[in-house]
């Protein structure tokens, strides 16, 4: 894969390589905490925006512009492939994606027919060079992502967001060969998504298990793991760093990293200092300031980041929050850690 140092910063921190800063970036960097992307939201839905390479690609640059983080993340939503095979899914404003005709038996997986990027959604080519023109002169990787099976699944059983799981879960307890069926198919279309992200130039990709948190242990190692190690099998042959996310996993973290993702993001819940017990030491980690520190006053955003820095591994760390950025963050905070985590984490000699 070319020369390690001429790898981007944070491509470098994900394999564990000694870098001479921490790099940073936030879930959710772009959209509704961004004045610029109201602006340009002001009609038309999520899903049509995802349609139009230019706008999606303009959404993208907006935070590495205003923050100057040290990556973009795809503006694109876990449930556009879904869209765009046609299952019938819409994100509803303040509720989120909802499925007109939920999964619930063998007949409904027929629905879930597989995805061909290139045929079904050409916008995520041409999006995803429309960024990398804009970012490859400034040495700024793309960050692709796609959304987890089970966590999919939850909104394909449930119908919409749930916060419980607990028709997920009934039908992952009853009928475990058709649970396993409809994350396998769902591992299939996340794994179409994110070759062609890393085709068209993605170099990093991250894997959104947001609602994971709701199984216990032996749950997950029972119907979600085998999966997930498939899945992070076949990512493997994509040759970039692969991170594995999701919120309220404190007690699953030793279970992410054995998926075989190469970092693990942590949420705010847990210190990184025991994330960093759970978790093998070649594996980075990414994460965790809690989302609502940004809301604030600066003397205590400037304490918390430093407390996360303090806690973080001198090797194969990347600052991020907990979980997205929430809606009303202030603009200019963003920005402003940013600044505070290079000041910071500018004085980590190099081996
Ligand atoms: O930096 C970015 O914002 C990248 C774009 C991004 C979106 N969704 C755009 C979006 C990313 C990475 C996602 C992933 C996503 N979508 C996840 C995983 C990450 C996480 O936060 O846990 C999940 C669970 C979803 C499902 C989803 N889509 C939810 C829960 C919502 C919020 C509903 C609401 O209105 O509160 C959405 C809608 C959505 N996706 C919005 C954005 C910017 C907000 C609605 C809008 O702008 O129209």
Not at 181 to 195: D, E, G, H, M, Y
Request: aromatic letters at 6%.
């Amino acid at each position: 894969m070319g020369d390690p140092s001429s790898a981007p910063l944070l491509v470098r921190a994900l394999r564990g390589e000694p870098v001479e800063r921490t790099p940073v970036w936030f879930m959710r960097q772009a959209g509704r905490s961004l004045p610029e992307y109201r602006e340009l939201r002001q009609s038309g839905s999520l899903l049509e925006l995802c349609r139009q390479p230019e706008l999606a690609a303009e959404v993208t640059l907006q935070p590495v512009r205003r923050h100057g983080v040290d990556a973009a993340i795809l503006f694109s939503d876990i449930v556009t492939p879904l869209d765009a095979i046609d299952f019938g899914v819409e994100i509803k404003p303040g509720i989120g994606p909802v499925v007109a005709q939920p999964v619930r038996d063998k007949a409904d997986l027929a629905r879930l027919r597989d995805f061909d990027p290139d045929v079904d959604m050409p916008a995520l080519r041409a999006t995803i060079e429309a960024i990398v023109a804009e970012l490859g002169p400034q040495g700024i990787p793309l960050i692709g992502f796609a959304g987890a099976p089970f966590t999919l699944a939850s909104y394909l059983v449930e119908g919409g967001p749930s916060k419980q799981q607990s028709l997920t879960k009934a039908m992952m307890l009853a009928d475990p060969a058709l649970f396993d069926a409809l994350l396998r198919r769902l591992s299939a279309i996340a794994v179409a998504s994110l070759r062609t992200q890393v085709d068209a130039g993605a170099q990093v990709v991250q894997v959104f298990d947001s609602w994971i948190g709701t199984l216990s242990r032996s749950q997950y190692e029972r119907f979600v793991l085998p999966v997930m190690q498939d899945l992070f099998t076949e990512l493997a042959e994509l040759g970039v760093p692969r991170t594995i996310f999701g919120v309220g996993t404190g007690h699953l973290l030793d279970l992410l990293a054995q998926t075989g993702a190469d970092c693990v993001g942590i949420d705010w819940r847990i210190d990184l200092r025991d994330a960093r017990k759970l978790v093998p030491d070649g594996k980075a980690l990414q994460g965790n300031l809690d989302p609502a520190v940004m809301l604030a006053p600066r003397e205590v955003i400037e304490a918390e980041v430093l407390r996360v820095l303090a806690e973080a591994p001198d090797r194969g760390y990347v600052f991020n929050l907990g979980h997205g950025v929430l809606p009303e963050t202030p603009p200019e905070v963003p920005g402003e850690i940013v600044r505070l985590v290079r000041e910071h984490s500018a004085t980590t000699t190099l081996a």
